[in-house]
Nanobody, 119 residues
Framework: QVQLVESGGGLVQPGGSLRLSCAASGSIFRVYTMAWYRQAPGKQRELVAT???????NYADSVKGRFTISRDNAKNTVYLQMNSLKYEDTAVYYC?????????????WGQGTQVTVSS
């Protein structure tokens, strides 16, 4: 059994910052790519950023230069530092991880954390 638990969402004013965290726990053998997605009301879930186990990252054009994804492999945790937040960043943010357990590999999702950018 694997769980992804997110934290760090909340209400922030435009231009502000938030840091999201997502910790994976359970019978984990290895964690491969970790990622953050988001879903705004009435819209499809979209990829925000990815990071592989070696540290290489990729970002959606809409967040480049403002968001930074990082990970702590020893803690099986991925972070998303969000700066210069805009109204359009309001969404539920989900973490995702490709994890190998003793019984095989799978893609896992967190429960989501709400980020609201509002004045």
């Amino acid at each position: 059994q694997v769980q992804l638990v997110e934290s760090g969402g909340g209400l922030v004013q435009p231009g502000g910052s938030l840091r999201l965290s997502c910790a994976a726990s359970g019978s984990i053998f290895r964690v491969y790519t970790m990622a953050w997605y988001r879903q705004a009301p009435g819209k499809q879930r979209e990829l925000v950023a990815t990071i592989i186990s070696g540290g290489s990252t990729n970002y959606a054009d809409s967040v480049k230069g403002r968001f930074t994804i990082s990970r702590d492999n020893a803690k099986n945790t991925v972070y998303l530092q969000m700066n210069s937040l805009k109204y359009e960043d309001t969404a539920v943010y989900y973490c995702n991880a490709n994890i190998r357990t003793v019984v095989g590999g799978n893609s896992y999702w967190g429960q989501g954390t709400q980020v609201t950018v509002s004045s």
